[in-house]
């Protein structure tokens, strides 16, 4: 039996598989935070702040400047960005 680890999403508080060749998200490193796979995939276009409060408040204490697109939106930073 292999080793399995798996992070908690600190968007949906989840856990994801982040080992063995099986990396069902990613860590955000700019934010400090990690986020699965489900959750940047249907926020690929950004993060509606009222449908996800506890996540902006936890990207605020950890120092995040909250810049919204033109929608009203939080857009994930691209993995080539971060």
């Given amino acids: 039996m292999s ?3 798996f992070i908690e999403c600190d968007m949906c508080g989840g856990p ?4 063995n060749g099986r990396y ?6 700019s ?3 990690n986020l699965c796979n489900s959750c940047t995939g ?3 276009d950004g993060i509606v702040p009222n449908q996800h ?5 936890k990207l605020m204490a950890n120092g ?5 697109n033109e929608k009203g ?10």
């Fill in 24 to 29: 069902e998200g990613r860590p955000i490193k």
């Fill in 42 to 44: 249907s926020n690929w």
């Fill in 16 to 19: 994801f598989k982040f080992s």
């Fill in 3 to 5: 080793y399995q680890h």
């Fill in 31 to 33: 934010w400090g935070v």
């Fill in 53 to 57: 409060p506890h996540f902006i408040e």
């Fill in 73 to 82: 939106w939080l857009p994930i930073p691209r993995r080539d960005s971060q």
């Fill in 64 to 68: 995040v400047e909250i810049q919204l």
